[in-house]
């Protein structure tokens, strides 16, 4: 079961590999999480720079890899990017249109894409900010 998780995310674990690579590669770090490699530093802040909101974003998971724009972030959203992983794991190949469908729904219903996202609510759980 578990090398069909690691298989059903594997695209974007992949994605994930190569910005981390991007991210050791400018300076950043990388270790092994409790299910996920977890690069922190480096380029990060600019990658999320050019993404919607991407002046909020602190940390972003890919599959089985998350990003984070330092260490005090990665510490900050681990459970909340581990929660993440998990819904990768559920999703698989899906993970990434289902988020955006939604988001764009929520969006044309005039509520707010990333607040409003179940994936995210469920990630916050009681923790919102």
Known sequence: MKLLRIVWTLPYTLLGIVLGLIVLATGGRARWGQRAIEF???AVRCFFRCL???R?????TLG???LAVDEPAMNATRQHEWVHVA???RWGLFM????LLVALWLWLQ?????????FEREAWGDDRP
Do not use: L, V
């Open 56 to 60: 909020f974003i602190q940390a972003m």
């Open 110 to 118: 005039g509520k707010d894409p990333y607040w409003d996202n179940p």
């Open 64 to 66: 089985h890899t998350i």
């Open 40 to 42: 922190s530093g480096g």
């Open 87 to 89: 819904q990768f794991e």
């Open 52 to 54: 919607p909101r991407g």
């Open 96 to 99: 990434g249109p289902a988020y």
